[in-house]
């Protein structure tokens, strides 16, 4: 069995309170003075001075959109749809200093200068409570009409030419969403990743900032994230924001850095959800029969009764299964076979054939002949292998001194052809009928189990090795030649799963983590060492082949790790829907008998989390002097969904 583990190459994720600049955006003057006096000399008669001044500055994002190389991640996704109610979305920014190059009351430096605020579909009751955008030349964000902006002092390096974007929102909606002055400390931190080997290409940047939205999306619609500039905004001696003389309805603009929507499903919608509603019996790819029959053998083996059409015209109805068996089958074949009907199989017991085998060949052979490319390639290989096989037996068998001509060693199998003996032992190409013949055995919202019968993968492979094989002689020179033929890597242990589901077509970044041991358990910590994943591949929209080398008994489906996120606990349906586990600070193990309610600012509607106290409820169970950032992240980093299933014994 070959394997991989989990934890050869893990990182270590440290969170950090902020990362300050060594100097903040502005103009700077170094003067230089320089004095000589000589002692015992009468050169300089007396001591000489010399004077410079030297200006530079120091510039940084202020009012120019971010660039996408600024951003590393948004979560929720940008466009996304999936379960996101419980997130408080996020944005992580390339460089770990930019949160802090500028202040947001022009005197504490320690707290960000960016806001990401948060705007459901639900907050305008009209189009005119809207969020209004706007791109404004630099010269009239403060004097363009129709919303309050406080005046500023142009920085060296900015025109009054280039272009702002900017949001307006009403003051009585913005007064809702923004944090207090405070509450900005809890919303950045910066994440370092340690333990990275240095030729990993992102070692060398490996420390991130992200900036926390305090609001959770809106439940079943779409929510808008923006990140905007809070510089200067707030008041140095109150924790309040600057609104100037603004009345409720007044609009409010603001520099928006960067802005994205996604959509949040309706909780029975989610990933988990969906995936805990997959049925499951029976486990592997077969059909039920509840009465004893003469078909049960065959039902249980993953049989299918099929039209069948004879060579002479004639009509019957025949099993058929294909490569996905429920179990090991222990029928024998003789390969290489001349044609197809030579794997026919009549049951007698119910006086039916068996095409299985005889299809299957039949389909490597077609699949082979439509590739023009592989099939001349293949042939052309074949004939030289003949004609050397030829002159060594003549060679071998002469009696005389009589010179031969040197008998030339036949080259290699062509890539082209063995590249597709490959694809076709991982089933690519092969038809989803043939795989699933019938729609009841693979139902909607259904997860299946099989294993690889490796002897209908010998004739799918000895059906696409017959390409140019015509007489006897031609099968009994393969015989003598098995070191050549496809047949012999056939025998392998493959087994896996398919999934039909919506899942598959909601989450398109999903992971598969295959084990050989059975782990009903959902708490339970997997093994380290999994089975190796030999393919993964969407075969439609809604339907997911996994294949693995080695007997897979449980799976973990989960998200892509880029999908770790911050939140709360996922809402449950009794009150308080929202709560918060606080974690222990050595073991990350939560303690359930500290849970808490999740503090709103106003009330759970508005899903605006009052930061500030979430801080002191966490800090009061960890015991801690000072709280940061950079612990309430470590308590608010949420991992990704995993749902396990097991292999059911039948």
């Known amino acids: 069995m070959t394997g991989k583990t989990r934890t050869d190459t893990a990182p270590l994720v440290e969170f950090i309170q902020y990362h300050q600049p060594p100097l903040d955006s502005g103009t700077y003057r170094v003067d230089l003075t320089q004095s000589l006096q000589t002692l015992q000399s009468d050169k300089v008669s007396t001591p000489a001075t010399w004077e410079r001044s030297l200006t530079f500055v120091v510039t940084g994002e202020r009012f120019t959109a971010l660039a996408p190389s600024d951003v590393a991640g948004v979560f929720p996704p940008e466009g996304s749809l999936?379960?996101?109610?419980?997130?408080l979305p996020h944005i992580t920014l390339t460089r770990s200093t930019l949160p802090w190059e500028r202040s947001p009351d022009n005197e504490d430096p320690n707290l960000p200068w960016l806001a990401l605020l948060l705007f459901r579909e639900s907050d305008f009751s009209s189009p005119e409570d809207k969020p209004v955008e706007r791109i404004l030349p630099l010269r009239e964000l403060a004097s363009a009409p129709g919303a309050t902006f406080p005046p500023f002092e142009e920085e060296v390096g900015q025109d009054p030419d280039d272009s702002v974007s900017v949001i307006e929102v009403k003051r009585r909606l913005l007064e809702a969403v923004l944090p207090k002055k405070s509450e900005l400390g809890y919303l950045a931190h910066v994440r370092q990743l340690k333990g990275m080997k240095k030729e990993d290409p992102s070692a060398s940047t490996n420390t991130h900032a992200t900036v926390l939205c305090n609001r959770l999306p809106q439940e079943g619609g779409t929510s808008t994230a923006y990140l905007v500039s809070v510089e200067g905004r707030y008041h140095q001696d109150s924790e309040e924001f600057d609104f100037g003389s603004a009345g409720e309805e007044a609009l409010i603009r603001l520099v928006s850095l960067k802005r994205w929507s996604f959509s949040c499903l309706d909780p029975d919608q989610s990933f988990t959800a969906l995936l805990s509603k997959v049925k499951r019996e029976p486990s592997t790819l077969r059909l039920t029969e509840a009465v004893e029959t003469e078909a049960a053998p065959y039902l249980a083996r993953g049989c299918i009764p099929l039209p069948h059409a004879l060579r002479q015209g004639?009509?019957?109805v025949s099993w058929y299964h294909g490569p996905l068996s429920p179990g090991d089958v222990q029928e024998p074949v003789a390969l290489p076979a001349l044609a197809a009907d030579e794997l026919l199989r009549y049951e007698a017991r119910t006086g039916m054939f068996d095409v299985s085998y005889a299809s299957a060949w039949e389909l490597g052979r077609r699949l082979t002949l439509q590739n023009q490319a592989v099939s001349l390639a293949?042939?052309?290989?074949?004939?030289?292998?003949?004609?050397?096989q030829r002159q060594e037996e003549q060679r071998s068998r002469s009696v005389s001194r009589m010179p031969f001509r040197s008998v030339r060693t036949p080259p290699g199998q062509p890539e082209v052809v063995r590249k597709w003996f490959e694809d076709?032992?991982?089933?690519?190409?092969?038809?989803?009928?043939?795989?699933?013949?019938?729609?009841?055995l693979l139902p909607a919202e259904s997860l299946r189990f099989f294993r690889m019968d490796w002897r209908w993968m010998k004739c799918l492979l000895d059906g696409a090795n017959s390409i140019g094989r015509v007489t006897e002689a031609d099968r009994?020179?393969?015989?003598r030649r098995r070191?050549?033929?496809?047949?012999?890597?056939?025998?392998?242990?493959i087994t896996g799963f398919l999934l039909r589901s919506s899942v598959v077509s909601g989450w398109k970044d999903l992971l598969v983590d295959g084990y050989d041991v059975l782990i009903e358990d959902n708490a339970f910590q997997p093994p380290d060492e999994m089975l190796n994943l030999a393919r993964m591949e969407r075969l439609n929209d809604n339907v997911l082949l996994c294949l693995f080398e080695g007997d897979v008994k449980t799976v973990d489906i989960h998200l892509q790790p880029e999908a770790m996120h911050f939140g709360v606990d996922a809402p449950v349906n009794e009150a308080p829907r929202f709560r918060k586990t606080p974690r222990d600070r050595d073991t990350g193990s939560e303690i359930l008998e500290h849970q808490f309610p999740v503090p709103?600012?106003?009330?759970?509607?508005l899903g605006v989390i009052h930061m500030g106290e979430l801080a002191q409820k966490l800090q009061s169970v960890q015991s801690r002097s000072e709280y940061?950032?950079?612990?309430?992240?470590?308590?608010?980093?949420?991992?990704v969904q995993k749902v396990r299933f097991s292999q059911v014994t039948p």
């Open 82 to 87: 999936g379960d996101h109610l419980n997130v």
């Open 314 to 316: 004639d009509k019957t």
């Open 378 to 388: 293949l042939y052309q290989w074949k004939r030289t292998g003949r004609l050397a």
């Open 424 to 440: 076709l032992r991982d089933l690519r190409g092969v038809p989803f009928e043939y795989l699933v013949p019938d729609a009841r």
């Open 476 to 479: 009994r020179l393969e015989l």
């Open 483 to 493: 070191s050549a033929s496809p047949l012999e890597e056939a025998e392998r242990l």
């Open 600 to 605: 709103w600012k106003k009330d759970e509607a």
């Open 628 to 639: 940061t950032s950079a612990p309430l992240a470590l308590q608010m980093i949420e991992g």
